[in-house]
């Protein structure tokens, strides 16, 4: 009935234009209220500004237009000159122009709702044009997700559905008719999570059961995108290339058989001031996300109780977790969080088969490509604590030849929340997007974040607290300047580093049944930290009032008498920079071949080569004439020819590096129908390492090669046993590979003796419930950890009397439940909460080995007493409520309240030597923390503008986030970091679309 109308003959803007035919207005965008209200006109010529302008009255659009008798009060107030469908009339447009003069917020208003119904209108009426709404799948391995088809029977609620139930009711709605209508989010993720919570479940339902086939979209002329092939016309939205396809190991939330939970941009734009990726995604069961020591980007999560080693990171669908020690350096990717589209937690086994580390779960982070329109961003943020933050964000759209591309800058600086804290940060962010034909298409970014930070690295007691307060960092103090002679700030840890990060995509779509990717990538890695080395006394031992004494650190090291031979005229401390490096590389091929409407295979490959390097390099004597490297003592190779005296800018303690070599392979089956939802795969993987060490060795440097084969199996299904209800079950079993630093745990060359691979056992059982107004989901988990391995950190100043340490063979076992829900009673109003309940334990009884931290000699071993034992580090009670109030119009507030108990210290087994202290690691204070935030939107045609304000910890709660456990388990014997007390920033965001070029 509206295939006559054509959106380039509607121009905005002219006082008269050609309106016919018939159209559908859906009310209550958010998915509150399913009513509509229908007018027509045969033929008529009207003002569409007027019309809209009228139709966004207070009596209309007040409460998300989820009043039905106002939309009859008002289709009664027109019924003469809008003719409900018996007649018709010419309106004359002075009557509607007085509607026009209502304030400029509602015309603005008009405009975007003219838009979105103009752009389904006009989607409808253009043949062959093709609708990509569902992207959630995963491009490593595409066609591997949950819920791509397009049969209707099973699909009510994702976003498929939803634009096929519209378009049944002509009003058709295109990617960028769904931006209209949620200006606050163009993220297409939270876009389908708000749609399959908001919308009616009965109604939608009732729509997807009458909902065309793929077969009849076709038939019909309306070619439909899915995962395995692309439409012959693919005009409307061919560029964002796939902006999909980087939705790599993203599943779609209400299908899956995994438990997930995904964080939209709109909320990472809003939150993201001064946090870390992990902050980021605290508010979600089961995941406990801190600053840990305060500083700047120093994150640290565990999943379910599992550290960060034990947690899969991936990058656009490329791990990037660490092959050395599994460890994340989040400082790395400081300021990227400006060009994040989204990020998904995956909870357990995940939907990635080469997430190998991911016994906790993956964190699957998804980056801004290009989009189809032109647009531009801007912001700076500010926190009451002095860090301060602004980025710029362009988007070209889709140029001529078929480009695209865009770009992101932003810098971070200031002073941390923690004294004596400060950060240097840029951020940048390049994609360019060329499209082929609709067979062939490429997308190259280059993203990085060089940083500087200053750290609160030591850990406080609670005496030092309770004296000096929350803010209080013992790392640094005030230091003459010889060449001044002024009193300067000066911070013995202080981080800095760089990781510019290239990849290239190729996805290729030779038939609608088969999809290609391709990815090749490179990262090289520089940078390093200050350190320091002492024989005796520490540098932070130099205390006085609570802070470094610096001067007296330099008397000491001047005050020394003595010769070479006898090392008493040496220097006693010293600085350095620990300096690391890598270079990573790698290639990743997978095809993925829908076999029939209910099953899709899925293979591929992915090879990655890891190269590291690390020295120290003396950098400040502190008033010494010299270091005296002890080679005898120290190196394996003994003095060998080399000279123990060393200055500033020479290389002491450690040159040596590793070689790794890491392939996986990897097949996937799923199956898809009205009822179930299957995957399982299957993945073997394998890799080689070497070191090689300039400090011990002297002449063949190199190790031997240390290599392993793993494995891991894991599958889920889903079953839906009502449209709104469904329970799932799924399962894994890894047999992982040994990180590289465990082959070579001894810090040198040798082998390490009977080093085997862990084995983890994981399953969860879920029900899942959406009803007309929100959902509820529980799930079930259980985790057995086999052969567990840990070692000291490598990268953390050990005090004088510590060695070095691998425990092998340790058992883990970890289970627990689940509860989140979500409810909207009103259209203004929008309430959710979550619960965890867990129990995590060591097993069993194990040994650990000792090292000298020099020469890395086994000198001797310990008996470890850990079965029974908690496993600490996070709360194994976690509630959470959050509630999100529109006030007026687009000003919102929103407040959450979190409780986190039975938190018990972290604490290394190794200092567990004695068999008869069974007891558990101190049990850290029961806490709890409320935020609130503000926000205003306001629209100016092409312009939005978006003010807000974050408060933090509103109640000054003081409490203790980690720490590590004492002698005896008491809060005197602790010591750890406590969290930040209350703390505010504000910022301002400014947007514009379809600028051009």
């Given amino acids: ?316 669908g490329i791990p990037i977790s660490g092959l050395v020690t599994g460890n994340m350096f989040w400082n790395n990717w400081l300021g990227l969080a400006d060009a994040t589209h989204s990020i998904q937690v995956q909870k357990g086994i995940g939907a990635s088969m080469l997430s190998d580390n991911s016994v906790g779960g993956t964190i699957n982070i998804i980056t801004t490509t290009p989009q189809q329109n032109s647009s531009i961003s801007a912001g700076m943020f500010y926190t009451d604590y002095g860090l301060g933050k602004a980025f710029v964000n362009m988007h070209s759209g889709l140029l001529k030849g078929g480009w695209a591309f865009s770009l992101m800058a932003s810098y971070a600086g200031g002073s941390g929340y923690v004294d004596g804290s400060d950060v240097n940060s840029w951020a940048y962010l390049m994609n360019i997007n060329k499209k082929i034909n609709n067979h062939h298409s490429l997308l190259f970014t280059i993203l990085g974040s060089p940083e500087r930070h200053e750290q609160r690295s030591a850990r406080l007691s609670n005496a030092e607290v309770e004296q000096y307060g929350l803010r209080y960092n013992k790392n640094w103090g005030y230091r003459t300047n010889t060449q001044t002679g002024e009193r300067e700030p000066f911070n013995l840890s202080e981080n800095f580093y760089h990781k510019p990060y290239f990849t290239l995509h190729h996805f290729y779509t030779p038939d609608n049944n088969t999809e290609i990717a391709n990815t090749a990538y490179l990262s ?201 209800s469904s329970v799932y079950l799924n399962a894994a079993a890894y047999s992982r590979l040994p990180y590289s630093d465990v082959f070579f745990s001894s810090g040198n060359n040798e082998i390490t003796n009977d080093v085997k691979n862990e084995r983890n056992l994981l399953s969860e059982l879920g029900y899942r419930f959406l009803f007309q107004r929100g959902s509820i989901e529980a799930t079930a988990y259980v985790a057995y950890w086999k052969n567990k391995t840990i070692m000291s950190d490598p990268y953390k100043q050990l005090d004088n009397s510590a060695n070095r340490y691998m425990i092998q063979g340790l058992d883990a076992l970890h289970s627990g439940l689940e509860i989140d829900a979500e409810y909207r009673p009103t259209g203004w109003l929008n309430l959710k909460g979550y619960a965890s309940f867990a129990k995590w334990n060591w097993k069993n009884d194990v040994s650990a080995k000792i090292y000298d931290n020099y020469s890395g000699l086994e000198i001797g071993s310990v008996n470890v007493y850990s079965d029974g034992l908690v496993v600490g580090d996070a709360p194994q009670t976690q509630v959470a409520l959050f509630a999100d109030v529109k006030l007026y119009k687009e000003l919102r507030f929103s407040a959450d309240w979190r409780y986190n108990a039975r938190l018990f210290a972290d604490f290394d087994p190794v200092s567990r030597q004695n068999s008869q202290d069974r007891a558990s690691s101190l049990q850290l204070p029961n806490y709890q923390l409320i935020n609130m935030s503000l926000s205003w939107r306001e629209n100016w045609g092409k312009w939005s503008s978006t003010i807000f304000i974050n408060v933090n910890n509103a109640l000054n709660t003081k409490y203790i986030e980690r720490g590590k456990d004492g002698a005896d388990h008491t809060l005197q014997s602790f010591r750890g970091f406590w969290g930040f007390g209350t703390n505010a920033n504000i910022g301002v965001r400014i947007d514009m679309k379809s600028f051009g070029f």
């Fill in 1 to 316: 009935m509206i295939d006559n109308l054509q959106l380039n003959k509607f121009p905005l803007g002219k006082r008269r234009d050609p309106w016919g035919g018939a159209v559908r207005v859906r009310c209550g965008w958010g998915g509150w209220d399913t009513n509509r209200w229908e007018w027509r006109t045969l033929g008529g010529r009207v003002s569409g500004f007027g019309i809209f302008s009228y139709l966004c009255g207070r009596n209309i659009f007040r409460a998300g237009c989820n009043s039905r008798s106002a939309v009859k009060s008002a289709s009664r107030k027109w019924q003469n000159r809008l003719n409900y469908g018996t007649d018709s009339k010419v309106w004359k447009e002075e009557e509607f122009m007085k509607a026009t003069t209502i304030n400029l917020y509602r015309r603005v208003l008009a405009i975007g709702i003219a838009l979105l119904l103009l752009g389904g209108a006009s989607a409808k009426g253009a043949a062959n044009q093709s609708i990509i709404i569902d992207h959630f799948y995963d491009v490593t391995e595409p066609n591997s997700y949950i819920g791509n088809s397009l049969d209707h029977g099973h699909t009510a609620y994702d976003l498929t559905s939803y634009a096929e139930t519209v378009s049944h009711q002509n009003c058709d709605v295109t990617e960028s008719a769904y931006e209209s209508s949620y200006p606050d989010s163009l993220n297409r993720n939270a876009l389908v999570d708000s749609v399959n919570r908001n919308v009616m479940a009965e109604e939608m339902n009732r729509n997807a059961s009458q909902a065309e086939t793929p077969g009849q979209a076709e038939e019909s002329g309306q070619r439909v995108k899915t995962a395995g092939g692309t439409s012959q016309q693919d005009t409307t939205i061919s560029l964002n290339l796939k902006e999909i396809v980087l939705s790599a190991s993203f599943v779609n939330e209400r299908r899956t058989p995994l438990r997930l939970k995904s964080v939209g941009k709109g909320e990472i734009e809003g939150k993201a001031i001064g946090k870390t990726y992990p902050e980021l995604v605290r508010d979600i069961p089961g995941v406990y996300a801190t600053s840990e020591s305060g500083s700047y980007g120093d994150a640290k999560i565990n999943i379910r109780g599992f550290k960060q080693e034990n947690i899969s990171v991936m990058l656009n």
């Fill in 524 to 724: 090289i890695g520089n940078g390093g930290g200050r350190w320091s080395e002492s024989k005796g006394k520490r540098i932070i031992d130099f205390q006085k009032d609570g802070q470094i004494e610096w001067d007296a650190v330099t008397a000491a090291n001047q005050s020394i008498p003595g010769t070479i031979e006898n090392e008493a005229g040496s220097a006693k401390n010293i600085l350095s920079d620990y300096l690391a490096g890598h270079t990573q590389a790698g290639i990743k091929s997978n095809i993925s071949h829908k076999l029939s409407d209910k099953f899709t295979l899925t293979e591929g490959i992915h090879y990655q080569f890891y190269s590291t390097w690390e020295k120290e390099k003396i950098t400040d004597m502190l008033g010494g004439n010299y270091w005296y490297e002890d080679y005898s003592k120290s190196s394996l190779a003994g003095l060998a020819g080399r000279n123990p005296i060393k200055h500033a800018g020479d290389y002491i303690r450690t040159d040596n590096g590793k070689i790794i070599n890491h392939l996986t392979l990897y097949t996937m089956l799923n199956y898809s129908s009205d009822k179930w939802e299957v995957r399982a795969g299957v993945s073997a993987m394998g890799s080689t390492n070497k070191r090689w060490d300039k400090y011990n060795y002297t002449s063949d440097i190199f190790s031997p090669s240390a290599s392993a084969l793993g494995y891991s199996v894991k599958g889920g299904a889903l079953y839906k046993l009502t449209p709104q």
